[in-house]
T-cell receptor, first 112, second 115 residues
């Protein structure tokens, strides 16, 4: 069965630096890969979606890459701010399957 | 507020009791999902509806769990004879159409504690 791994449980960085989060998967490539932000006690909030035939997507200070050869997605937060502190979840879905399969998340803490 | 609404936000119940949660999706969304999330883990899929039809259920959804979406509007998730292992955050999400690429809009969740 498909397994989704996010590289670490926690990432601590200095304000202004770039945070890089990793999401790896086994077996087949997902058709769609999404990244969500989750704050404590709240539901996930959608950030970005990338398709398997796309290499990179950007939105403001966020960038997502998708490498089907490495079976990996990277999520970058550039010029990080303390307000970026949260847990970031990657999630997969397939073309004919509407449910999302989530990784365990990486908690990012940005120090001022 | 036009987002996904879940009630109650918190529920504490004794083991063996039944509980019911409600989800009001974004009004024009025809797809509705239930997920369960435990501490330190990502959400796990439980079930989803397209309009009033329940199209898929996870193996996680034991026979003590039942979900409904009458008239394709709000949804309820009922857990009968609760167990301590049912303690989790129950998240509802909705999406607007039939494309699998559509983002999901999540509610704030219902935190269930079984004592």
């Amino acid at each position: 069965s498909q397994k989704i791994e996010q590289n670490s449980e926690a990432l601590n960085i200095q304000e202004g630096k770039t945070a890089t989060l990793t999401c790896n998967y086994t077996n087949y490539s997902p058709a769609y890969l999404q990244w969500y932000r989750q704050d404590p006690g709240r539901g996930p909030v959608f950030l970005l979606l990338i398709r398997e035939n796309e290499k990179e997507k950007r939105k403001e200070r966020l960038k997502v890459t998708f490498d089907t050869t490495l079976k990996q997605s990277l999520f970058h937060i550039t010029a990080s701010q303390p307000a970026d502190s949260a847990t970031y979840l990657c999630a997969f879905s397939q073309s004919n399957d509407y449910k999302l399969s989530f990784g365990a998340g990486t908690t990012v803490t940005v120090r001022a | 507020d036009t987002g996904v609404s879940q009630n109650p936000r918190h529920k504490i119940t004794k083991r063996g009791q039944n509980v019911t949660f409600r989800c009001d999706p974004i009004s024009e969304h025809n797809r509705l999902y239930w997920y369960r999330q435990t501490l330190g883990q990502g959400p796990e899929f439980l079930t989803y509806f397209q309009n009033e039809a329940q199209l898929e259920k996870s193996r996680l959804l034991s026979d003590r769990f039942s979900a409904e979406r009458p008239k394709g509007s709000f949804s309820t998730l009922e857990i009968q004879r609760t167990e301590q292992g049912d303690s989790a955050m129950y998240l509802c999400a909705s999406s607007p159409d039939d494309r699998a690429s559509t983002e999901a809009f999540f509610g704030q969740g219902t935190r269930l504690t079984v004592v």
